[in-house]
Protein backbone atom coordinates (compact mmCIF):
# COMPACT_ATOMS: atom_id res chain seq x y z
CA UNK A 1 0.00 0.00 0.00
CA UNK A 2 1.47 3.40 -0.91
CA UNK A 3 2.57 5.25 2.22
CA UNK A 4 0.88 8.66 0.96
CA UNK A 5 1.35 10.34 4.58
CA UNK A 6 5.08 9.73 4.66
CA UNK A 7 5.62 11.45 0.95
CA UNK A 8 4.86 14.62 3.02
CA UNK A 9 6.24 13.91 5.93
CA UNK A 10 3.77 13.70 8.61
CA UNK A 11 4.38 12.47 11.87
CA UNK A 12 1.06 10.50 13.53
CA UNK A 13 1.37 10.75 17.37
CA UNK A 14 -0.70 8.65 19.73
CA UNK A 15 -1.58 10.68 22.49
CA UNK A 16 -2.00 7.65 25.56
CA UNK A 17 -2.76 6.99 28.87
CA UNK A 18 -4.70 3.98 29.82
CA UNK A 19 -5.45 5.69 33.38
CA UNK A 20 -8.93 7.73 33.15
CA UNK A 21 -9.38 11.80 33.89
CA UNK A 22 -5.13 12.54 33.18
CA UNK A 23 -5.65 15.48 30.56
CA UNK A 24 -5.58 13.22 27.27
CA UNK A 25 -8.16 14.55 25.45
CA UNK A 26 -7.37 18.04 26.46
CA UNK A 27 -4.39 17.72 25.55
CA UNK A 28 -4.82 16.19 22.14
CA UNK A 29 -7.23 19.36 21.19
CA UNK A 30 -5.12 21.90 22.79
CA UNK A 31 -1.96 20.71 21.57
CA UNK A 32 -3.36 19.99 18.06
CA UNK A 33 -4.86 23.52 17.79
CA UNK A 34 -1.58 24.60 18.71
CA UNK A 35 0.12 23.08 15.89
CA UNK A 36 -2.48 24.56 13.83
CA UNK A 37 -2.29 28.17 15.26
CA UNK A 38 1.46 28.13 13.87
CA UNK A 39 0.81 26.76 10.05
CA UNK A 40 0.64 22.89 10.77
CA UNK A 41 -2.25 21.19 9.08
CA UNK A 42 -3.36 18.60 11.83
CA UNK A 43 -5.72 15.75 12.02
CA UNK A 44 -7.23 14.68 14.98
CA UNK A 45 -8.23 10.86 14.86
CA UNK A 46 -10.51 10.07 17.39
CA UNK A 47 -10.55 6.78 18.94
CA UNK A 48 -11.97 7.03 22.23
CA UNK A 49 -15.79 5.72 22.13
CA UNK A 50 -16.33 8.90 24.52
CA UNK A 51 -16.28 10.99 21.04
CA UNK A 52 -14.90 13.67 24.10
CA UNK A 53 -12.48 15.42 21.53
CA UNK A 54 -14.75 15.44 18.85
CA UNK A 55 -17.86 17.35 21.42
CA UNK A 56 -14.87 19.66 22.22
CA UNK A 57 -14.28 20.52 18.93
CA UNK A 58 -17.85 20.89 18.16
CA UNK A 59 -18.93 18.53 16.06
CA UNK A 60 -22.36 17.87 16.69
CA UNK A 61 -23.61 14.14 17.01
CA UNK A 62 -26.26 14.65 14.62
CA UNK A 63 -23.11 15.62 12.26
CA UNK A 64 -21.29 11.95 13.14
CA UNK A 65 -23.14 9.86 10.32
CA UNK A 66 -19.10 8.41 9.28
CA UNK A 67 -16.94 7.84 12.03
CA UNK A 68 -13.96 6.11 13.18
CA UNK A 69 -16.31 2.83 13.89
CA UNK A 70 -17.08 3.18 10.15
CA UNK A 71 -13.22 3.63 9.37
CA UNK A 72 -12.38 0.63 11.12
CA UNK A 73 -15.07 -1.79 10.78
CA UNK A 74 -16.58 -0.87 7.80
CA UNK A 75 -13.56 -0.30 5.99
CA UNK A 76 -15.06 3.62 4.98
CA UNK A 77 -12.18 5.70 3.24
CA UNK A 78 -10.53 7.94 5.99
CA UNK A 79 -11.20 10.83 3.39
CA UNK A 80 -14.80 10.68 3.38
CA UNK A 81 -15.23 10.81 7.30
CA UNK A 82 -12.69 13.71 7.82
CA UNK A 83 -14.55 17.10 9.36
CA UNK A 84 -13.47 20.52 9.07
CA UNK A 85 -13.77 22.40 12.52
CA UNK A 86 -13.68 26.11 14.13
CA UNK A 87 -9.90 25.72 14.18
CA UNK A 88 -8.29 26.82 10.87
CA UNK A 89 -5.85 24.28 9.67
CA UNK A 90 -7.69 21.36 12.09
CA UNK A 91 -9.84 18.47 10.53
CA UNK A 92 -10.93 15.89 12.63
CA UNK A 93 -12.68 12.26 11.93
CA UNK A 94 -15.02 12.02 14.56
CA UNK A 95 -16.09 9.02 17.16
CA UNK A 96 -19.33 8.06 18.77
CA UNK A 97 -19.86 5.18 21.24
CA UNK A 98 -20.49 2.59 18.24
CA UNK A 99 -16.56 2.42 19.01
CA UNK A 100 -17.60 0.46 22.38
CA UNK A 101 -18.33 -2.87 20.41
CA UNK A 102 -14.71 -2.69 18.24
CA UNK A 103 -13.13 -4.67 20.33
CA UNK A 104 -15.34 -7.56 19.95
CA UNK A 105 -16.06 -7.15 16.39
CA UNK A 106 -12.47 -6.99 15.16
CA UNK A 107 -11.21 -10.23 17.20
CA UNK A 108 -11.58 -12.84 13.90
CA UNK A 109 -10.27 -9.77 11.88
CA UNK A 110 -6.52 -11.03 10.89
CA UNK A 111 -5.43 -7.43 10.10
CA UNK A 112 -7.57 -6.32 13.48
CA UNK A 113 -4.13 -4.51 14.87
CA UNK A 114 -3.18 -2.79 11.72
CA UNK A 115 -6.56 -1.05 10.13
CA UNK A 116 -5.57 1.83 11.77
CA UNK A 117 -2.09 2.01 10.33
CA UNK A 118 -3.76 1.13 6.62
CA UNK A 119 -6.36 3.84 6.47
CA UNK A 120 -3.77 6.46 7.27
CA UNK A 121 -1.95 5.41 4.50
CA UNK A 122 -4.72 4.80 2.00
CA UNK A 123 -4.52 7.49 -1.97
CA UNK A 124 -6.52 10.13 -1.82
CA UNK A 125 -5.00 11.67 1.56
CA UNK A 126 -1.53 12.90 -0.06
CA UNK A 127 -3.59 16.13 -1.48
CA UNK A 128 -4.00 17.20 2.17
CA UNK A 129 -0.85 17.49 2.99
CA UNK A 130 -1.08 16.94 6.68
CA UNK A 131 1.75 18.14 8.86
CA UNK A 132 0.88 16.17 11.88
CA UNK A 133 -2.09 13.33 12.66
CA UNK A 134 -2.87 13.32 16.53
CA UNK A 135 -4.84 10.05 17.76
CA UNK A 136 -6.62 10.25 20.97
CA UNK A 137 -6.77 6.96 22.25
CA UNK A 138 -9.18 5.26 24.74
CA UNK A 139 -8.38 5.11 28.42
CA UNK A 140 -7.42 1.72 28.32
CA UNK A 141 -4.77 -0.79 26.42
CA UNK A 142 -7.42 -2.55 24.31
CA UNK A 143 -7.18 -3.15 20.68
CA UNK A 144 -8.15 0.54 19.68
CA UNK A 145 -5.06 1.61 21.33
CA UNK A 146 -2.90 -1.02 19.99
CA UNK A 147 -4.05 0.04 16.54
CA UNK A 148 -2.81 3.20 17.22
CA UNK A 149 0.28 2.34 18.58
CA UNK A 150 1.15 0.17 15.78
CA UNK A 151 0.10 3.14 13.45
CA UNK A 152 2.14 5.67 15.22
CA UNK A 153 5.63 6.94 14.86
CA UNK A 154 5.34 8.40 18.73
CA UNK A 155 3.68 7.92 21.67
CA UNK A 156 2.75 11.42 23.60
CA UNK A 157 2.01 10.47 27.60
CA UNK A 158 0.23 13.41 29.89
CA UNK A 159 0.85 12.16 33.32
CA UNK A 160 -1.46 13.91 36.02
CA UNK A 161 0.54 15.58 38.62
CA UNK A 162 -1.10 13.59 41.23
CA UNK A 163 -0.70 10.46 43.92
CA UNK A 164 -0.19 7.02 41.68
CA UNK A 165 0.42 8.82 38.93
CA UNK A 166 3.07 7.00 38.37
CA UNK A 167 1.57 3.78 38.50
CA UNK A 168 0.42 2.06 35.29
CA UNK A 169 3.13 3.94 33.19
CA UNK A 170 5.21 1.05 33.53
CA UNK A 171 2.52 -1.22 31.89
CA UNK A 172 2.72 1.39 29.03
CA UNK A 173 6.09 1.55 28.22
CA UNK A 174 5.80 -2.08 27.93
CA UNK A 175 3.00 -2.23 25.69
CA UNK A 176 4.92 0.08 23.83
CA UNK A 177 7.85 -2.33 23.93
CA UNK A 178 5.93 -5.26 23.05
CA UNK A 179 4.55 -3.54 19.55
CA UNK A 180 8.16 -2.56 18.69
CA UNK A 181 9.29 -5.86 18.85
CA UNK A 182 6.26 -7.32 17.01
CA UNK A 183 4.71 -4.86 14.76
CA UNK A 184 6.18 -1.63 14.78
CA UNK A 185 9.44 -1.47 15.22
CA UNK A 186 10.03 2.58 15.17
CA UNK A 187 7.46 2.88 17.57
CA UNK A 188 9.06 5.70 20.05
CA UNK A 189 8.24 7.73 23.52
CA UNK A 190 7.67 11.27 22.05
CA UNK A 191 7.67 12.54 25.35
CA UNK A 192 5.90 12.42 28.69
CA UNK A 193 3.25 15.83 29.43
CA UNK A 194 2.97 16.85 32.93
CA UNK A 195 -0.62 17.70 33.54
CA UNK A 196 -2.99 19.58 35.88
CA UNK A 197 0.10 20.72 37.89
CA UNK A 198 -1.03 22.98 40.70
CA UNK A 199 2.16 24.99 41.57
CA UNK A 200 0.90 26.02 45.02
CA UNK A 201 0.93 21.90 45.83
CA UNK A 202 3.76 20.25 47.51
CA UNK A 203 2.75 16.77 45.82
CA UNK A 204 2.41 18.28 41.86
CA UNK A 205 6.16 19.46 42.56
CA UNK A 206 6.83 15.65 43.86
CA UNK A 207 5.77 13.96 41.04
CA UNK A 208 7.64 16.45 38.81
CA UNK A 209 10.75 15.44 40.43
CA UNK A 210 9.89 12.04 40.48
CA UNK A 211 8.98 12.08 36.79
CA UNK A 212 12.02 13.84 36.16
CA UNK A 213 14.43 11.55 38.27
CA UNK A 214 12.87 8.63 36.58
CA UNK A 215 12.38 9.59 32.79
CA UNK A 216 14.75 12.40 32.53
CA UNK A 217 14.69 14.15 29.10
CA UNK A 218 11.57 12.07 28.15
CA UNK A 219 10.01 14.53 30.43
CA UNK A 220 8.57 17.81 28.36
CA UNK A 221 10.23 20.73 30.12
CA UNK A 222 6.66 22.74 29.60
CA UNK A 223 3.98 22.05 31.94
CA UNK A 224 0.35 22.06 31.62
CA UNK A 225 -1.07 23.84 34.78
CA UNK A 226 -4.38 23.29 36.12
CA UNK A 227 -6.62 25.85 35.04
CA UNK A 228 -10.26 26.95 35.05
CA UNK A 229 -10.08 28.52 31.65
CA UNK A 230 -8.83 25.11 30.25
CA UNK A 231 -11.52 23.27 32.08
CA UNK A 232 -14.03 25.40 30.79
CA UNK A 233 -13.59 25.60 26.85
CA UNK A 234 -14.93 22.04 26.05
CA UNK A 235 -18.64 23.04 27.25
CA UNK A 236 -17.93 25.50 24.55
CA UNK A 237 -17.21 23.48 22.21
CA UNK A 238 -13.70 24.95 21.51
CA UNK A 239 -9.87 24.74 22.78
CA UNK A 240 -8.57 26.59 25.07
CA UNK A 241 -6.61 28.42 22.71
CA UNK A 242 -9.99 29.94 21.09
CA UNK A 243 -12.03 30.36 23.99
CA UNK A 244 -9.23 32.34 26.29
CA UNK A 245 -6.16 33.33 24.29
CA UNK A 246 -3.97 34.60 26.73
CA UNK A 247 -4.43 32.24 29.83
CA UNK A 248 -2.30 30.43 31.23
CA UNK A 249 -3.67 26.63 29.83
CA UNK A 250 -3.55 28.41 26.61
CA UNK A 251 -0.09 29.74 26.94
CA UNK A 252 1.22 26.80 27.93
CA UNK A 253 0.03 24.78 24.98
CA UNK A 254 1.84 27.03 23.00
CA UNK A 255 5.07 26.14 24.61
CA UNK A 256 4.34 22.62 24.58
CA UNK A 257 3.71 22.62 20.78
CA UNK A 258 6.96 24.62 20.60
CA UNK A 259 9.07 22.43 22.38
CA UNK A 260 7.32 19.70 19.96
CA UNK A 261 8.28 21.36 16.93
CA UNK A 262 12.06 21.72 18.00
CA UNK A 263 12.35 18.38 19.28
CA UNK A 264 11.45 17.51 15.83
CA UNK A 265 13.93 19.55 14.07
CA UNK A 266 16.04 18.23 16.85
CA UNK A 267 16.18 15.05 15.44
Do not use: W
Amino acid sequence: MPDTLREHRTKIIAVTNQKGGVGKTTTTINLGAALAEVGKTVLLVDLDPQGNASTGLGVDMSDRELTTYDLLLEEAPLIDILQETDVENLLIAPATTDLSSADIELVSNEKRSHLLHDALRAPGLDALKIDYVLIDCPPSLNLLTVNALVAADSVLIPLQSEFFALEGLSQLMLSVREVRQTANPKLRIEGIVLTMYDTRNNLSRQVESDARDNLGDLVFKTIIPRNVRVSEAPSFALPVLMYDPTSKGSIAYRDLAAELLGRKQGG
